[in-house]
Nanobody, 123 residues
């Protein structure tokens, strides 16, 4: 019943922008937090941002502040991640995930995950 599907990834040159989408179904964004995470090859899962009615918008990395922005369209059950000024170090698989009512930077608190979308930043 609960599904999360990411889209919008691809290959982009350094300094470019991408907008990732997370389509949620089987639940309402009124009651659950949605987080964005990424995982580069050979590395652990890194929290990027989170959004919920209780916490609002959260950012979890200083290096991303001012470059990555999370937003949602409650009526469409969609969550977005706008990524600007992309760098090669941003290359990773990007995931959206559902937690409980509250935002968290801990991946363990998110129990439903999408399959991920690949983002490659290269010249």
């Amino acid at each position: 019943q609960v599904q999360l599907v990411e889209s919008g990834g691809g290959l982009v040159q350094p300094g470019g922008s991408l907008r990732l989408s997370c389509a949620a179904s089987g639940f309402s964004l009124d009651y659950y937090a949605i987080g964005w995470f990424r995982q580069a090859p050979g590395k652990g899962r890194e929290a990027l941002a989170c959004i919920s009615n209780y916490d609002g918008n959260k950012n979890y990395a200083d290096s991303l502040k001012g470059r990555f922005t999370i937003s949602k369209d409650k009526g469409a059950n969609m969550v977005y991640l706008q990524m600007n000024n992309l760098k090669p170090e941003d290359t990773a698989v990007y995931f959206c995930a559902r937690g409980d009512y509250y935002c968290s930077s801990s991946a363990q608190r998110f129990t439903y995950w999408g399959q991920g979308t690949q983002v490659t930043v290269s010249s």
